[in-house]
């Protein structure tokens, strides 16, 4: 069972002050998604998607928001300055059937809270739902484009896999079992700091192994 309650809500500041609240998706949050979707820019749905699609279904809503919380996990961000907390940003990972210590992970964020540090921190809150649960590597399709995903990545230690998309690039990322072991960099500094407020129990001493590049994707991109 995992320590940090499913009911938990995180209050953080954004690196320009902006108070953001962080909280686990429930089965209510069906409407801020699709309000969500309809804000973002064709640019970010084609980074999160590889598509630019109109809306999100009644079965993609359900599938985003209906949640075990042990296999498949997403964190939310709210703006608590706004009626109705509107959805900022979410990050979610699903396990992998065929490999249970690898996950795919996905982030989105909203065009008006990009570039102010939330993508990394929902991936340092979902990190420790990760380690929970022994998840112990994030695998991530990101387009060549998207620099500032590629860049978070890239702080964390992601290593480059083969594609065979014209244009994206498949990357395994190692999620921390102690973040106070990352470099200092923008990334690192996040998950320490997010790390000593959500809390939870460390993750539990584990030998890394070879991580072969066969990994199956699950059962969409989502």
Do not use: C
Request: aromatic content about 6%; glycine content about 8%.
């Amino acid at each position: 069972m995992p320590t940090i309650p499913p009911g938990r809500t995180f209050e953080f500041q954004l690196r320009d002050g902006s108070p953001v609240l962080i909280r686990p998706v429930r089965p209510d949050d069906k409407a801020r998604l699709r309000e969500g979707f309809a804000r973002l820019s064709l640019v970010s749905r084609y980074r999160r998607f590889m598509n630019t699609p109109a809306g999100l279904t009644e079965e993609q809503l359900r599938y985003f928001t209906e949640l075990d919380y042990r296999d498949h996990m997403a964190w939310i961000a709210l703006d608590p300055t706004q009626p109705g907390q509107p959805a900022l940003g979410i990050a979610r990972h699903i396990r992998l059937a065929k490999r249970p210590t690898v996950a795919e992970v996905a982030v989105t964020v909203m065009d008006s809270h990009q570039g102010r540090g939330l993508g990394t921190l929902l991936l340092g809150v979902l990190a420790r739902s990760a380690a929970e649960q022994g998840i112990d590597t994030w695998v991530a399709w990101v387009l060549t484009e998207n620099t500032p995903m590629l860049r978070i990545f890239t702080e964390l230690g992601a290593r480059e896999a083969q594609s065979q998309e014209p244009g994206v690039l498949r990357i395994e990322v190692p999620v921390p079992e102690d973040p106070a072991d990352l470099p200092r960099t923008a990334a690192g500094r996040t998950f320490r700091a997010t790390a000593k407020a959500v809390g939870g129990a460390p993750a539990a001493p584990r030998r890394r192994r070879g991580v072969k590049n066969t990994a199956k994707r699950a059962p969409k991109r989502q």
